[in-house]
């Protein structure tokens, strides 16, 4: 019957919002929102769907629940480093400007971490970020973070690119200014194309096999030929061949 009851949330989430939570791995996503649930006062999956769609700030509670919006500026600082001294330089020898898209982007971390090794490294690029949950992008959109967010990132970028705004910082305008933010859903929206680099971390252990089949698929089919994917560190991809990439280091694929 619990089941049936999830089942039915999913249905009822998937007319609401395009999101099919059946590509999700079920054990791990059915856990985190029956907490929430249970945490709001609903006996049931389906009594809190309906409310839901009652009560927008369930709704938005619901999305930040069910996207993992954990992120840091250069998060894993030794990939960003083979990114930056050895991944880069060949990419940006073919271009002019570099088309980078930054996907599931959360609360933009990640697509500023990128916008300002551009201006480190004198690259010029055009920075997409993209994230299923509006709230997040607001929040990223405003560019203020806590003491924590930037415990990873160079001190000197810290001091050329943040200014110090009560307990946490505020980046730089030159550095938000370089990221545009979009919503966007990996399971069912159109993919940019012609992307140089695609950095997309940290999300596709979520979701089932099959959904992360898929995904692989489309984000190869909206690299150029030569064109980076720079997954997370859990995220390692057994079977590159299988999508046309082949390894160019360790959490980096090369579109052949």
């Not at 249905?11 to 590509?23: A, F, P, R």
């Amino acid at each position: 019957m619990l089941k049936d009851d999830y089942q039915m949330f999913t249905v009822m989430i998937k007319d609401k919002t395009g999101i099919d939570l059946n590509q999700y791995k079920e054990a791990q996503m059915k856990r985190r929102l029956l907490s929430l649930r249970e945490k709001r006062g609903f006996a049931t999956f389906s009594d809190y769907g309906k409310e839901m769609g009652l009560q927008n700030d369930l709704f938005e509670e619901f999305l930040d629940r069910m996207t993992i919006n954990v992120s840091e500026f250069y998060r894993n600082p030794e990939r960003w480093d083979v990114l930056k001294n050895k991944i880069l330089p060949v990419i940006k020898e073919k271009k002019n400007v570099l088309k980078i898209w930054s996907a599931a982007c959360s609360t933009g971390e990640e697509p500023y971490t990128l916008s300002m090794m551009m201006k480190e490294t004198r690259t010029k690029a055009r920075i997409t970020a993209t994230d299923i949950d509006d709230t997040i992008l607001k929040r990223a959109k405003r560019g203020a973070y806590p003491e924590r967010s930037l415990k990873e990132l160079p001190l000197e970028w810290k001091d050329r690119y943040f200014q110090k705004d009560g307990p946490g910082y505020e980046i730089d305008q030159k550095v938000k200014t370089a990221v545009s933010f979009n919503k966007h859903n990996l399971l069912k929206d159109a993919y940019p194309k012609e992307m140089d680099l695609i950095v997309c971390r940290n999300v596709l252990i979520y979701f089932t096999e099959e959904a992360k089949q898929s995904i692989y698929q489309r984000l190869a089919d909206s690299l150029v030929s030569g064109g980076i994917l720079f997954v997370g560190s859990t995220e390692q991809i057994f079977n590159p061949s299988e999508y046309g990439f082949e390894a160019e280091d360790t959490f980096f694929y090369r579109k052949q």
